[in-house]
């Protein structure tokens, strides 16, 4: 594998490389992919023209706490086996193609189109196989992930999906991002603590929740989470009315660990100027809840989930989130304390739906939405909204799309 003394790298010295590239785009989102590195490049979000991923304007290496003993700062989104800081298979050779669903193949699970690469971990002999799709009228970049280990033995493993989170124009983390992680409590590992405050926090209450806030020490470190109540985090701009967020099965990947170099950074690493800038913040979701964790494939077993990442907008965070919606609720509270004001359910759909309906509340009324589209939020207000209250989505089949208790 490819092991580097980044002691003796020329910082000053740049190298052109050209990379295949797949390009993937409908009306509403353009992704970019660099499948031989089983990397997703860019995302951007058509109806802003903003990319939501991190990347650097030079890609360029640094010491990591792994057995290769260094990191590719590129940016995009990578999946890393078999554990460890950022672990092997971004810095291997993947193996892809594009293929067909037409003709009723799984491959890319109802989509016309789809991008499958796949990669053997050697340490651990597990195969990852990964297919991007892009339905064509959906604003998400669906990946299904499968993990196979063929061998005779049981693998040791982790894997953990990086992504690099920038909602906006800038490519940097703007002041105003929030982190959105549904989660009670928060855990900070010791070598931490002293940049980022007591080892456990309630995450309802704590500074970490705005980036704004990551100021102490040496402006990085990590959180991690004691349990995800749902299958989603993220990050939204309260400035420029802008999120991204990862959707995905909690079953299979409960990990959520988020990574920064904190609140206006004044450089990555002093020697590597190729660095353009550090504001930004690595999001991980893995198939453990800590980077030292491992857990077991059986002999001859695959395991699968399925992921999103997409943008969303004029929703100021998320309160539920699956392949066909994301929400929140809020009641703004008029002068005088005054909590009567009608609660505003904000609906930032995944994907087109026709002949939408909603019903809020056992008592409520259910009102029709119509058509709706990723480009509009769609907001509901209502006065019968309370904590507890009940939310259910149908689309025109009657079809439940969703459903989520109001947590204001």
Not at 172 to 181: R, W
């Amino acid at each position: 594998m490819p092991h580097l003394n980044v002691s003796q790298v020329n910082f000053q010295d740049t190298i052109n490389v050209t990379h295949s590239a797949v390009v993937m785009e409908n009306k509403y989102l353009k992704v970019v992919l660099l499948p031989a590195m089983g990397r997703v490049y860019r995302i951007v979000d058509l109806v802003t023209g903003h990319d939501i991923l991190w990347k650097n304007a030079i890609a360029s290496p640094n010491g990591a706490n792994n057995d290769l003993g260094w990191w590719l700062w590129i940016g995009g989104i990578e999946y890393t086996l078999p554990g460890q800081e950022h672990g092997f298979t971004w810095a291997l050779d993947w193996q892809w193609k594009i293929s067909s669903g037409i003709h009723g193949t799984k491959n890319c699970h109802g989509h016309a189109t789809c991008v499958i690469t796949s990669i053997t971990e050697p340490t651990t002999g597990i195969v990852e196989t990964l297919t991007f799709s892009l339905g064509n009228t959906a604003i998400s970049l669906t990946t299904d992930v499968e993990l196979e280990n063929p061998s005779n033995t049981t693998a040791m493993y982790a894997h953990w999906t990086n992504v690099p989170f920038v909602p906006g124009p800038t490519n940097t983390l703007p002041d105003s991002t929030e982190f959105i992680i549904p989660t009670t409590s928060i855990h900070i590992d010791p070598r931490w603590v002293n940049n980022l405050g007591n080892g456990t926090q309630v995450w309802t209450t704590s500074p970490l929740r705005f980036i704004k806030n990551w100021v102490n020490g040496t402006l990085m470190g990590d959180l991690t989470t004691n349990g995800l109540e749902n299958g989603y985090f993220g990050v939204y701009s309260h400035k420029d009315q802008e999120g991204a967020a990862r959707i995905f099965e909690t079953m299979q990947t409960p990990g959520c660990d988020t990574w920064s170099y904190g609140f206006h950074p004044p450089s990555c690493f002093p020697q590597n100027t190729n660095i353009s800038n550090c504001r930004y913040a690595e999001m991980w979701g893995g198939t453990v809840t800590h980077l030292e964790k491992l857990r077991p494939l059986q002999p001859k077993k695959r395991i699968h989930w399925t992921e999103q990442v997409q943008p969303y907008r004029g929703t100021r965070g998320i309160c539920f989130a699956n392949k066909y919606v994301i929400a929140n609720v809020w009641r703004d509270i008029n002068g005088g304390g005054n909590d009567s004001a009608g609660a505003t359910v904000a609906l930032s759909f995944n994907v087109e739906l026709l002949g939408t309906k909603i019903l809020i509340g056992a008592r409520g009324l259910l009102r029709e939405l119509g058509d709706v589209s990723p480009r509009n939020v769609v907001y509901v207000t209502d006065t019968m909204v309370v904590k507890g209250s009940h939310i259910w989505i149908w689309n025109s089949l009657n079809v439940l799309v969703a459903t989520f208790a109001v947590k204001i």
